[in-house]
């Protein structure tokens, strides 16, 4: 069975840039990879941390966190953070789709005396080929999260949908038990059909619209 790759999108710091007049100010662009739920309500339990020095920010606390950041594609956040330089300091800038950074990063950025480092996030992806069994089609998927994430652990999920026709419709929902960041999952669904449109999500600690990376597919062929 083959698939045709439709899009691939991951939540994401696009940009970041220093007000130079004022250092302790950033304007922080971002790309999330859903910005609605189901039922048309756009989500805005998104959030963007700051930690400090150059490290890996998984695993650790932030120096400030904002909250209440809303989902979009092309979105915009203004942060100033008392007692900070952002042009003379080291420091790391997170996008995290939920409110609790410690589960739910997905991206980072360093800044290293005023310059940006293009920033890390994750990935998802399909493989090929569709494997047919006994009862049903067996799907495996690739996974790419920050380095130090245990999807296991964080309760992360991949969620199936249907989206044929501009129809959304669930058509699975799965528990990661890899405890590696990077790997692969595999799940069985009971029917595929050419033609047919699907969105895979990867959710970061099993909360609503928390999706770190999204691909959409097109079923090719059955044979």
Do not use: W
């Not at 420091?91 to 997905?106: D, K, Q, S």
């Not at 005023?114 to 009862?135: D, K």
Request: hydrophobic share 35%.
């Amino acid at each position: 069975m083959t698939f045709s790759v439709v899009k691939q999108v991951s939540s994401r710091i696009t940009n970041i840039e220093i007000n130079k007049s004022s250092p302790s100010k950033l304007s922080i662009s971002y790309d999330t990879s859903v910005t609605k739920s189901s039922s048309g309500a756009t989500f805005e339990n998104n959030s963007i941390a700051v930690y400090s020095g150059l490290n890996n920010p998984v695993g650790r606390t932030p120096i400030f966190t904002q909250h209440n950041v809303v989902s979009s594609h092309e979105g915009s956040v203004e942060l100033d953070v008392s007692g900070c330089n952002f042009l003379s300091g080291e420091y790391t800038i997170a996008l995290c789709v939920g409110g609790t950074p410690e589960r739910t990063i997905c991206s980072y950025s360093h800044l290293n005396h005023g310059a940006v480092v293009a920033p890390m996030s994750c990935a998802i992806s399909l493989v090929e080929p569709i494997a047919q069994t006994q009862t049903g089609f067996k799907l495996k998927v690739k996974f790419s999260l920050l380095e130090g994430m245990d999807p296991k652990a964080n309760g992360d999920t991949l969620c199936l949908y249907d989206i044929t026709g501009n129809e959304f419709k669930s058509a699975g929902f799965y528990r990661i038990e890899e405890t590696q960041y990077a790997g692969y999952c595999e799940f069985e669904v009971d029917s595929l059909y050419a033609g047919e449109q699907l969105t895979l999500g990867y959710y970061l600690g099993n909360f609503l619209g928390a999706c770190a990376a999204h691909e959409t597919v097109i079923i090719d062929s059955l044979n």
